[in-house]
Nanobody
């Protein structure tokens, strides 16, 4: 599996902003779909945002539309997630991956995925 490394998570107040970054041990930017999902212990994985291989088209979960922006730097092989107007319900561990269903903003399970990472924790307090 391809190893990914996320960074940028932190504890912030509601209304605050964060920028998450995702790097990989090999080129992942040419994949059809790359993106971010989040998960809390005991809860289902939730797709957050995805971006196409060229970085032109994006898609978001309804819960983050208008607040989060996904982008990537193909030359640096880095994926970003700009998070604004954060809410307590955004609290979760955030992961990146490059095997997603673009239209559904959905990601496979750990067992099905070609990627593995430890994620980065985002905690939003009210």
């Amino acid at each position: 599996k391809v190893h990914l490394v996320e960074s940028g998570g932190d504890s912030v107040q509601a209304g605050g902003s964060l920028r998450l970054m995702c790097g990989a041990s090999e080129n992942i930017m040419d994949r059809y779909c790359s993106g971010w999902f989040r998960q809390e212990p005991g809860k289902e994985r939730e797709g957050v945002a995805v971006i196409d291989s060229m970085g032109i088209f994006t898609n978001y979960a309804d819960s983050v539309k208008g607040r989060f922006t996904i982008s990537k730097d193909r030359a640096k092989n880095v994926l970003y997630l700009e998070m604004g107007n954060l809410r307590p319900e955004d609290t979760a561990r955030y992961y990146c991956a490059s095997d997603c269903a673009f239209n559904q903003v959905r990601f496979p399970t750990d067992e099905q995925s070609d990627f593995w990472s430890q994620g980065t924790q985002v905690t939003v307090s009210s």
